[in-house]
């Protein structure tokens, strides 16, 4: 197998890299369009089709606290409770897939709500932190690995992160137990050379360690799969991916399209098909996801898509001109 | 100005390349969409937009052959006959975008319908040809030029050409007096590797003939903005879009996206989404474009998109699975 194509292609269009491992994160970031009240049968659904592709992890949701987020305002995804995932999901710990959680920082009682992961059926957690909080995310990293857990860090909205800033974090980052940390493309702002750069600091700063580099991309401006594809030739083994792109605002890279380009032949593209025509078309009349104007506009001005998502949920969701005007104005 | 960022960045992230050139092909890949049968008004609004946008191309439709082609199946921009392009746009021989048709090999007669460019409002012949026809796409070139024409190549299918016979073809067209040559991704099947591939191939083809390289992209893997930012990296200078990425299928490059990211000020993007607002979105009721899970399928298996087109117009439009099973099956 060969694994070097030229100077900076880590991979060649008949061959695969066996590293690669690929993370669904349609239930946690799709979670973010209906305050995660998914039924039962859907997150049944998804894990099933996961499964049956090969996907490697399927993320459920948050473990948001109780104190901050409260449970009668949101579903059970949230909060991601032992016994909700046990109910719909069965009490194996040994499964073909592994089991994931996020947990924000500053928003989640990591001490109390995570598990030992031997009581739990879960099997990572995901830390999501934005540049400040990185102390805080050192301490829930070290914690859920004490517990037994895989780790990963999601360091968000990096788009707008000065390069020295990042640098340390990666710095911090690269001496904690964590297994992979995550570019994370909130605002879906990044153009490709900007992840190939990223990418290659990403992993030059975890050189040696063991530990991966992941890739987390939003469709702003329809380059989440293409950019995808980037980290991948760059050099990223842990690809975030989600059933139909669903996911808040325009959504994320979607599973389809990534499994279509992964040569591995243990992942299979037909159980996801039969996913979104029977258990995500359903829901488009009550949800919405994918790419459209004016998330296009926030992520060309480098900007959260917020006031795109207010946007689209408000009366004019087609004015396209009055938001286009209200952005330029604000800047 | 800087115009190289290194070996294989043609520009930078806060300078642009004033040799760039946007051509919108709106009128001309949607409608195929609708057999051409474009409303006078609409045509307008889409040309007014492109002025006010600063967009220097507009392409209207083709020069089809009424022995082949009944006059009586299919709207004005079919043929593209000078008078209808006068009774909408007027007759202006000077404007601020140049007047583009596109011609097919084998489908024009074009030494009667092309007349001489001083009695025409049209300013470019594109010619389109599959790989066989290129002696004939040739002579129509020199008839073109002859005429006073500025004239495109838009080489078909490139994904299913053999490297060989396309060093060949390419070698040809280099010695001929055509102005641009296109790479044309007409199955949407093009990964960004390929495309730098592609791009450099055709640059060094024409090297030392002033001749420029452009970029007509579509959308069935969601990657056609994707893949004409790479070919702009790597030195293309002529970028086909279509408003709101309206076209046959998948449909095209959104100019919208093109023109977020080119940085010469001279582009706006305000009259696009204006037009997107007033003029594309009410046609949506009886017109689809865009990326649909079929059009990715026939995207990933290298294939025309014609099954799938039928396929969205059939009875079952939403059952991928069945479609996807069709499609393995013939493999």
Redesign the interface.
Known sequence: MQHAKDDY?KGSWLTYRPEIKVLDCTVRDGGLINEHMFEDGFVKAVYDALVAAGVDYMELGYKASKRIYSRDQYGDWKYCDEDAIRRVLGDDTERPIKLCVMADADRTDYHDDILPCEQSVLDVIRVATYIHQIPTAVDMIRDAHEKGYETTCNLMAVSVVPERELDEALGVLAQTPVDTIYLVDSFGAL???QVRDLILTYLKAVEGTGKQVGMHAHNN???A???T??AI?MGSNRLDATVNGMGRGAGNC?L??LL??LKNPKFH??PV??C??NSL?PLLDKMEWG?R?PY??TG?LNQHPRAAIEMRNGDHP????AF?DELTEEE
Do not use: C, T
Not at 318 to 321: G, H, K, R, S
């Open positions: 292609a153009y490709s050379e401006q329809m380059l799969y293409a950019n594809l980037e030739i979607p389809e399209l279509g380009f593209v037909r098909l039969d979104i025509q078309l790419f104007i296009m506009l060309q087609d004015d396209y001109l286009y």
